[in-house]
């Protein structure tokens, strides 16, 4: 039966509800760029496009990256259109309208996103969308978007939650003692249902508008991991961010990477947390720093979306955002989970420490196994792989070992790999049996 309309469906196997699009978006993370870490408000047409066509100049189109989203900011900052109701283009900022930056991204190859509120107003100030969830959508479709971050600033009063999930705040990460809420207000008893709760509906009402359209527009749910996120993203959008924003700083990398480490289980096709779009290339973090950063957001399958201005990122930056092997891991079409740690290191298993999280993780792939290693501590060490301890590998099994920065096979290695780390840098290599001997 041929289909006219570019459906969206709600797949229910047993107790789980996932968004999917008939073809196909959603099923992986998605892979772009998004103006806010390199800009925040300071946006405009000529920055939105120099991104799209650094995206095809430096390969990154190439390498998978298709999404350029327009977070907060786009629009005129006083009102909608008295009389349509819709949202209307800064156009001093967009000369060409969305729908004309639409039609030049789309003439590159690439995808267009935009951002709205699940609010009266958006976190910088600007009309949002509750409310107005047809009229948006339906906007939205008409310029062409193919993507919508959702971001949940100025919620009207009717609408907060009776009761409210601990929000873990980065800059005070103690607000969480061994993975549990304290000092958080109305916080709720253990096993609350938020599939329920107002913020589930708020999404919920955009994601029925979206479905509406005769288009595909991923859904990105902003809620920074409050109100349950995990118990409803999966059957309300394609990714939904896990923690409040990162910053531009190791201390964010790790806190995230720490939080969403017990959050694993909630990753598999259709449905991914979102750890947050990358600083690498903003200055905050070293080469090595960066590395980590990558290398963990590609293996926790985040949504992988670039937030720097790609001609002022350096080259090492640059190749970072472009590994191919941490790439496919994050878009394998066959193994939806993520990597997982094998073992914390520096502190017990599941420990919940912001600055050392767990430091030995292991994934499958169709490239192979997975193995990162990750320094945590101020200096230097040697970190070892023992085979027995990942749970894909055999103890004294012979693996063909891929160095995953480098590229260079390290031939075949038995029992157990050790390598000198520097601090804060990540050591990641491939497994795979076979081949070389
Ligand atoms: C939906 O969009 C496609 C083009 O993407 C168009 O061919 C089709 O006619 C549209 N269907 C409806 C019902 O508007
Ligand atoms: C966008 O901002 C940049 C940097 O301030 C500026 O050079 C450029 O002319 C601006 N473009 C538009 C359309 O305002
Ligand atoms: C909040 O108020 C608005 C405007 O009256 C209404 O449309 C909406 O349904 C209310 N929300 C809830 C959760 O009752
Ligand atoms: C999300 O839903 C999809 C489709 O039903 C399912 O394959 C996937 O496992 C779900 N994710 C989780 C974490 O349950």
């Not at 973090?285 to 950063?293: F, Y």
Request: glycine share 8%; aromatic share 12%; net charge negative.
């Amino acid at each position: 039966m041929m289909m006219s309309l570019k459906t969206a469906f709600l797949v229910s196997a047993s107790a789980v509800l996932a968004l999917e699009w008939s073809d196909g978006t959603g099923k992986l993370p998605a892979l772009g760029w998004n103006s806010w870490n390199a800009y925040h408000c300071d946006i405009n047409e000529t920055r939105i496009l120099d991104a799209a066509n650094a995206i095809v100049k430096f390969g990154f189109k190439d390498a998978g990256y298709e999404y350029v989203n327009i977070d907060d900011c786009w629009s005129v900052k006083t009102g909608r259109d008295r009389r349509t109701q819709q949202l209307v283009p800064d156009p001093k900022r967009f000369p060409s309208g969305i729908s004309g930056v639409a039609n030049k991204i789309h003439a590159l190859g690439l995808k267009i996103g935009i951002y709205s509120s699940a609010g009266t107003r958006t976190c910088a100030g600007y009309p949002a969308s509750i409310g107005y969830e047809s009229i948006d959508a339906a906007t939205w479709a008409a310029w062409g978007i193919d993507y919508l971050k959702y971001d949940n600033c100025n919620v009207p009063s009717n609408w907060t939650d009776a009761c409210n999930a601990c929000v873990y705040n980065l800059n005070n990460p103690n607000n969480y003692v061994n993975g549990t809420c304290v000092n958080s207000g109305n916080y709720c008893p253990g096993g609350y249902d938020y599939t329920r709760s107002n913020s589930a509906k708020r999404y919920a009402i955009m994601r029925d508008a979206l479905q509406a359209q005769n288009r595909t527009i991923q859904y990105a749910l902003c809620s920074w991991g409050s109100a349950g996120v995990e118990q409803y993203g999966n059957a309300t959008g394609n990714s939904w961010r896990m923690s409040d924003d990162i910053q531009d700083g190791f201390k964010y990398v790790t806190s995230i990477l720490n939080m969403n480490s017990f959050n694993l289980n909630d990753v598999d096709f259709w449905g991914h947390p979102d750890a947050d779009m990358l600083e690498v290339g903003n200055g905050g973090l070293s080469v090595a720093e960066e590395r980590t950063h990558f290398a963990f957001w590609a293996a926790m399958k985040s949504p992988l979306l670039i937030g720097t201005n790609l001609y002022a990122a350096s080259d090492e930056a640059k190749s970072i955002l472009l590994n191919k092997y941490l790439l496919a891991f994050n878009q394998d079409n066959v193994y939806g989970a993520p990597a997982k740690p094998w073992k914390w290191g520096t502190n017990p298993d599941f420990t919940f420490n912001a600055t050392n999280p767990a430091e030995f993780w292991s994934g499958e792939s169709q490239q192979g196994t997975l193995v990162l290693m990750m320094n945590t501590l101020a200096v230097s060490r040697d970190m070892t792989a023992n085979f027995g301890e990942i749970p894909s590998l055999d103890a004294d099994g012979s693996y063909k070992v891929l160095d995953v920065w480098t590229g260079e096979d390290l031939g075949s290695i038995t029992s157990s790999l050790t390598v000198k780390v520097a601090s804060h840098d990540t050591a990641a290599f491939l497994f795979t049996s076979g081949l070389s001997q």
